[in-house]
């Protein structure tokens, strides 16, 4: 690590070349090939995957995308001579636009059913040429315009549908830059250098910019949903500027003790840069846990996630030395280099709330750990009433029309009519024909059902469909109630005596196998991050104790985050407020990576509070005084660095896109939580109750595991002689002016 630090550092102008060419290229190249991200959330081997490949092989007509055109007028019908006129034109418009392989509106013959009770409600189905993330969105974007043109004072037309979805606009890069203008503010009041609060922004955005455009080309090569680059620039910056943080906080403690620009530099990466790779690796491998499950979609969001952090940890021990360089002395602000001149090097010493914080966590324990385990399990209770599910366009924001034109299906033909069911089978003869026949009245007989349409055979007749309205909407239990009463009870009785297998296929049945598979496979996941976690922590602290702490904390975390979630989604307490749209469930695939990503930025903060802590331990051997001075020398650095993360994460609430607003306020809360209850309280607390039995080790397995080393034995010393040097030249003064006690001398 000192030997790339010294180069980048000697090589600096090279060194920004090279990442400023790698991040034009990448970037270069993704505008050339475009995306191609793909929202496959079908699990091979489930009935509803089944249910799809029947309906595509037996149906090809139907494999594009359906989208709906709904209007409403309140006065009169939507049969009236010039409702009718206009809306007629309005579809055969559309039906003739590129990229639409079909219109079926209520006035043809095929339209019965597609006017209300009322009669001032009507829908239409347009039918594109292909699935949602294969269409042109200026296609999808003319049908909107198209269909929007025809709507008068009278005459409401709103729009729903995948496609549709793709030209609602978003908050844009507004996310972005409200965290990035936040995390500048907070790095310059810590730092008080605008040099020194530019550099991690600087270093991230490159590290994040770079990985941003290698995730489109990600998508050429493998499954990646669309909002795998949302989330990868939510967690690089995230872990970018803090990453940066801790080298630019590093380099700037050993300019103050009389290093010169380079030598503080190098020891910078040399130190605290094995740790943020140590920490960027455990982060990477926790997201790489989901190749595990074998799930395409989660495939790509995890190598798009590890992508973006490795670019940023890369950015972090080689672009920002080269930085740091450059600016020289101004890393310090004009105060911290005029005193500097005035009284030479000095050494840093915890003082303040921190100092103050750490004695008192020592001296009261016992209270302060009761406090923080009564608060993460407050907060954790929600989860129980987890309920697993994918929100649908009744879920947007109540000005999208998306949302008012699911709203207005809801109040003319009942809430199923949004998401409906489609059984699907192959028909083998006369005895197969006669039970599909009897099946429609069996299954409006059946409990949640609001309307059964007449089964539909294929040109052969080897295949037939048929579909289900429920009376709930697509994302409520009770519809996945039907769908297993349906599998489970009515569709096997009615199978008897025949050949049939009629498998349930629609929106709801494909997300809740979605969601069975992954809960299915959870208990293996977790375990399997949580196993390698702990073997990393082992490693690197020669400890039980330790590794075991930050797994329960870890556990905690994101129980208590997920609450949060749950709290805010699903029971919808100030859902609507935050422009978050209705209360919904929780997607299927947030928990796996969540999971990832909370267990890899715990261990981050586990990583950069232990290793000081057992430091001193190796040095001193007194439990008591490495906790309070680990807790004294990093609750600072740890704190701003969390702010930083917060106010990142909390900003892509304003994206508008529901499922990032959720990662967002997830990983917020689990780092809030994780920083401010956890790291600065309860782990202190709980590892002065248990003293020295914290670094207890078994002795055969002490000498079985590999010695690896977060800080290396030679900047260890350096820096100790380095400080003892200092604390020499500088006693006499610190004793004329304070003669204050240096916490990591006080005793709880």
């Not at 920004?16 to 270069?28: C, I, M, N, Y």
């Not at 922004?201 to 990600?218: E, K, P, R, S, W």
């Not at 990503?597 to 802590?613: E, H």
């Given at each position: 690590m000192a030997a790339l630090a010294r180069w980048c550092v000697r090589r600096r102008l090279f060194a920004?070349?090279?990442?400023?060419?790698?991040?034009?290229?990448?970037?270069?190249a993704a505008v050339a090939?475009?995306?191609d991200y793909s929202n496959d959330y079908k699990v091979p081997g489930t009935e509803s995957g089944r249910a799809t490949e029947l309906l595509r092989e037996g149906f090809p007509d139907l494999g594009g995308d359906s989208d709906t055109i709904v209007w409403h007028t309140d006065s009169g019908t939507v049969r009236a001579a010039d409702v009718e006129q206009t809306m007629t034109r309005t579809l055969d418009r559309i039906e003739d636009l590129p990229g639409v392989a079909s219109v079926t509106g209520p006035y043809d013959e095929q339209g019965a059913g597609r006017v209300s009770a009322d009669g001032r409600t009507a829908y239409a189905t347009v039918t594109f040429d292909e699935q949602s993330e294969d269409i042109d969105a200026a296609d999808a974007k003319a049908v909107v315009d198209t269909a929007r043109a025809a709507g008068t004072d009278g005459l409401r037309v709103e729009l729903g549908g995948s496609a549709v979805g793709l030209t609602e606009s978003s908050g844009g890069h507004l996310a972005e830059v409200v965290g990035v203008v936040v995390a500048a503010i907070v790095l310059f009041l810590a730092f008080g250098s605008l040099a020194?609060?530019?550099?991690?922004?600087?270093?991230?955005?490159?590290?994040?910019?770079?990985?941003?455009?290698?995730?489109?080309?990600?998508?050429?090569a493998?499954?990646?949903a669309d909002f795998a680059p949302m989330l990868g620039m939510l967690i690089g910056l995230g872990v970018g500027i803090d990453y940066a943080l801790f080298i630019v906080t590093r380099h700037r403690r050993g300019l103050k003790r009389g290093l010169s620009v380079t030598e503080a530099a190098t020891n910078a990466v040399a130190t605290t840069g094995r740790a943020v790779v140590f920490a960027g690796a455990t982060v990477c491998i926790a997201l790489l846990g989901m190749l595990i499950l074998r799930l395409s979609f989660l495939n790509g969001v995890a190598v798009a996630a590890s992508l973006t952090v490795v670019l940023t940890v890369?950015?972090?021990?080689?672009?920002?030395?080269?930085?740091?360089?450059?600016?020289?002395m101004r890393a310090l602000s004009r105060r911290e280099r005029r005193r500097l001149a005035e009284h030479g090097p000095e050494p840093e010493l915890p003082t303040g709330f921190a100092a103050r914080w750490s004695a008192f966590v020592e001296r009261h324990p016992k209270l302060l750990g009761a406090i923080a385990l009564a608060v993460m399990a407050v907060l954790a209770l929600p989860t129980l009433s987890l309920h697993l599910g994918t929100s649908d366009q009744g879920n947007?924001?109540?000005?999208?029309?998306?949302?008012?034109?699911?709203?207005?299906?809801?109040?003319?033909?009942g809430p199923g009519v949004n998401g409906p069911l489609t059984l699907v089978t192959e028909v083998h003869g006369g005895d197969d024909r006669l039970a599909l026949d009897n099946l429609d009245a069996t299954l409006r007989q059946t409990d949640g059902v609001a309307s059964v349409t007449p089964v539909t055979y294929d040109a052969g007749g080897d295949t037939a469909y048929l579909t289900v309205v429920p009376e709930s909407s697509p994302q409520s239990r009770q519809t996945s109630d039907l769908v297993d009463r349906l599998r489970d009870d009515v569709l096997p009785r009615a199978e008897g005596g025949t050949a049939l297998d009629v498998q349930v296929g629609g929106m709801t049945a494909g997300y809740d196998d979605f969601a069975d598979v992954i809960v299915d496979k959870l208990p293996l996941f977790v375990g399997v991050v949580i196993g390698l976690g702990c073997l990393l922590l082992l490693l690197a602290f020669r400890s039980v104790g330790i590794p075991l702490k930050a797994a329960a904390m870890n556990v905690a975390a994101v129980a208590a985050a997920f609450g949060v979630v749950v709290a805010i989604f699903q029971w919808g307490w100030g859902s609507e407020l935050l422009g978050l749209g209705a209360a919904g469930p929780i997607e299927p695939f947030l928990p796996v990576i969540m999971v990832s990503?909370?267990?890899?930025?715990?261990?981050?903060?586990?990583?950069?509070?232990?290793?000081?802590?057992y430091e001193e331990w190796l040095e001193t051997g007194d439990n008591r005084r490495a906790v309070r001075v680990g807790l004294a020398e990093t609750s600072r650095v740890i704190n701003s660095a969390a702010v930083i993360m917060i106010s990142v994460f909390l900003a892509f609430v304003l994206s508008g896109d529901r499922v990032i607003a959720m990662f967002g306020i997830a990983l917020a809360a689990a780092v809030a939580l994780d920083a401010f209850v956890l790291r600065t309280l309860l782990v202190p607390a709980l590892m002065h109750l248990l003293g020295g039995a914290n670094w207890w080790l078994p002795r055969r397995l002490d000498a079985c595991l590999p010695r690896i080393s977060i800080e290396p034995p030679e900047a260890r010393a350096a820096h100790e002689r380095l400080a003892a040097v200092t604390d020499a030249e500088v006693a006499d003064v610190l004793a004329e002016e304070e003669r204050q006690r240096d916490v990591r001398d006080t005793t709880g």
């Open positions: 920004v070349l090279l990442w400023l060419l790698a991040f034009g290229g990448v970037s270069a090939a475009g995306s020194a609060s530019l550099l991690p922004i600087a270093t991230a955005l490159v590290g994040v910019g770079t990985a941003y455009a290698g995730i489109a080309l990600l998508g050429h493998m499954t990646v890369l950015a972090s021990v080689t672009l920002l030395p080269a930085l740091l360089s450059f600016i020289g947007d924001p109540r000005t999208s029309t998306t949302r008012q034109a699911y709203d207005l299906l809801a109040d003319g033909f990503v909370l267990f890899g930025l715990s261990m981050d903060y586990q990583v950069f509070l232990v290793s000081r802590m």
